[in-house]
C-alpha cells in the first residue's frame, strides 16, 4: 500500500509539473537609448509582455499594423506597462516621440496571420524600418 501511495504521489506531481509547462509565459522588452530590445518578439496567446525603462518612451500599437477585431493602445509617456495578447497575429508599435529615429517594434503571437495585411500598408521612414525588420522576422519564423 505505501508503494501505492507514493507511485500516485508522485504522478500528481509530474502532472502539476506538466501543467506549469502550459502556462503563460512574460517575457520583457526594454527601452535601451532609441531602440527597444528586442525589436521583435515572438509570443504565445496568452503571454504577457513587459515593457520597462520607459523614461521618456510609450508603447503606440497602430491601428492599422495590428490584427483585425483587435483593440489599438497607447501608453502613457515615461510608465513601464504590461500587456497580455490573446488574439494571433503582428502587433507593430512604436514610441511616438521617437519613432524618427526608428524606435519601435514587433509583438508576434503564435502565427503570424496579419503578414499579407501588414505587407500590403504603405509606411515610410523610422516606421517602414520598423516594418520591414518585423515581415523579415515573421517570415523567417
Known sequence: MKIFTSILTALFFTGLLAAGSAVAENHT??????KFMPMNIHIQPGDTVYWENMMTHNVNMLENLIPEGTEAFTSPMSENINHTFEKEGIYIYQ?????????????????????EQIKS?????????????????AEGL
Open 121 to 137: 500598408q504603405d509606411v515610410s521612414g523610422g516606421l517602414g524600418r520598423v516594418v520591414d525588420e518585423a515581415i523579415e522576422f
Open 29 to 34: 522588452v526594454d527601452a535601451r537609448g532609441l
Open 95 to 115: 514610441c511616438d516621440p521617437h519613432i524618427g529615429a526608428g524606435m519601435g517594434g514587433a509583438v508576434i503571437v503564435g502565427d503570424p496571420v496579419n503578414l
